[in-house]
């Protein structure tokens, strides 16, 4: 358990090749903190790394209270789990590799873009999605809900069967 505060500018801040390192079976790794009271956002990281974030942490009482997710390459299976903050993605990210990875969405996420920026799923490589709202729904937008420009979800040349959508606003 760690706590991260009074940082004058975001409380953590990952950037790629580095990223968070998968618990025991691949599971969570970035467990029971508090990230709270930073001048910026909580925590910046690369998409690769959103799957290894767990529901146990809190992310809230920051001057800006999302998750920044840089973009990039997710080329295995991830669950992105629902966080006591939206996922606000700033640059595209990419659902496809080698080993035909799935990302999955849980119940209750919000996930917010920002201008132009989208979700591709299997452009040059399979890939697959699932975003299943059983409980509560999953949210998907835009970052500045004023311009509602984003780029959106994008299903490409490569993108895997089945691609579930379920109680998805």
Same mark, same amino acid.
């Given at each position: 358990?760690?706590?991260?505060?009074?940082?004058?500018?975001?409380?953590?801040?990952?950037?790629?090749?580095?990223?968070?390192?998968?618990?025991?079976?691949?599971?969570?790794?970035?467990?029971?903190?508090?990230?709270?009271?930073?001048?910026?956002?909580?925590?910046?990281?690369?998409?690769?790394?959103?799957?290894?974030?767990?529901?146990?942490?809190?992310?809230?009482?920051?001057?800006?209270?999302?998750?920044?997710?840089?973009?990039?390459?997710?080329?295995?299976?991830?669950?992105?789990?629902? #966080?006591?903050?939206?996922?606000?993605?700033?640059?595209?990210?990419?659902?496809? &590799? *080698? !080993? =035909? +990875?799935? %990302?999955?969405?849980?119940?209750?996420?919000?996930?917010?873009?920002?201008?132009?920026?989208? #979700?591709?799923?299997?452009?040059?490589?399979?890939?697959?999605?699932?975003?299943? &709202? *059983? !409980? =509560? +729904?999953? %949210?998907?937008?835009?970052?500045?809900?004023?311009?509602?420009?984003?780029?959106?979800?994008?299903?490409?040349?490569?993108?895997?069967?089945?691609?579930?959508?379920?109680?998805?606003?």
């Amino acid at each position: 358990e760690t706590t991260v505060y009074n940082n004058v500018l975001d409380g953590i801040e990952i950037v790629a090749p580095a990223g968070l390192a998968a618990g025991p079976s691949g599971t969570p790794s970035f467990l029971y903190n508090q990230i709270t009271l930073n001048g910026g956002y909580p925590i910046i990281l690369p998409a690769s790394s959103v799957d290894k974030l767990d529901w146990s942490s809190s992310y809230v009482g920051n001057l800006e209270d999302s998750i920044i997710v840089r973009g990039g390459v997710i080329d295995r299976d991830a669950h992105w789990q629902r #966080l006591d903050a939206p996922y606000q993605i700033q640059r595209d990210i990419q659902v496809a &590799g *080698t !080993v =035909e +990875p799935r %990302l999955s969405i849980e119940s209750g996420t919000a996930v917010y873009f920002d201008p132009a920026v989208e #979700l591709v799923i299997g452009s040059g490589s399979p890939g697959s999605f699932s975003a299943v &709202g *059983t !409980v =509560e +729904p999953i %949210l998907f937008g835009a970052s500045d809900a004023s311009s509602g420009n984003w780029g959106g979800l994008r299903f490409a040349d490569q993108c895997l069967s089945p691609i579930i959508l379920e109680n998805v606003i």
